[in-house]
């Protein structure tokens, strides 16, 4: 659990700021929306699956477009 200390004379928004980026950093947020309900075992193959796919297809695009400026 990420926690923040308040400084001395800190504006109370500061703070608040630092521990949200906190709580992003420790990726709070996506896993309490990944356990909001129950997800089938196929259905979290094909959403992981389904993920695995994009990030291959970006990297080859990514890897493709790389090679093709000749400027």
């Not at 923040?4 to 949200?20: G, P, S, W």
């Not at 992981?48 to 400026?69: F, G, L």
Request: glycine fraction near 2%; proline fraction near 3%.
């Amino acid at each position: 659990m990420p926690s923040v200390r308040v400084r001395e004379n800190e504006h109370f928004d500061a703070a608040l700021r630092r521990f949200k980026r906190a709580c992003e950093k420790a990726g709070i947020l996506s896993e309490l929306r990944r356990r909001e309900y129950y997800e089938k075992p196929t259905q979290e193959r094909k959403r992981k699956k389904a993920a695995a796919v994009k990030r291959q297809m970006k990297k080859t695009s990514r890897d493709m477009n790389q090679r093709v400026r000749l400027y």
